[in-house]
């Protein structure tokens, strides 16, 4: 099992960036494909992006597209998730997952979250 926290969250201005962070501990990363996933106020959570094992792969939704990047350092066991040109509607709690899939599928653990919110 692996447990993963994420941080970086916080107020930001629209047109303003942040850097999510996601620590595993538990197991070694490198096992897990890792996806970030978002959940907005009286929303679904919804995903935003996802990195392969290797990190030569790499998927996002039409919401991030050129504005979020998700990259990975696994030797420090960490995920990162990129977010320029924040908008307010990027307003969400952000969490990560890990899968065990080599590319990207089900999540089978997730973090707590952590809280980003865009003023306009």
């Known amino acids: 099992q692996v447990q993963l926290v994420e941080s970086g969250g916080g107020l930001v201005q629209a047109g303003g960036s942040l850097r999510l962070s996601c620590a595993a501990s538990?197991?070694?990363?490198?096992?897990?494909?890792m996806g970030w996933f978002r959940q907005a106020p009286g929303k679904e959570r919804e995903f935003v992006g996802a990195i392969s094992r290797s990190g030569g792969s790499t998927v996002y939704a039409d919401s991030g597209k050129d504005r979020f990047a998700i990259s990975r350092d696994n030797a420090k066991n960490t995920v990162y998730l990129q977010m320029n040109s924040l908008k307010p509607e990027d307003t969400a709690v952000y969490y990560c997952?890990?899968?065990?899939?080599?590319?990207?599928?089900?999540?089978?653990?997730w973090g707590q979250g952590t809280q980003v919110t865009v003023s306009s």
């Open positions: 538990g197991r070694t990363l490198s096992n897990y494909a």
């Open positions: 997952a890990a899968s065990r899939a080599p590319i990207w599928g089900m999540p089978d653990f």
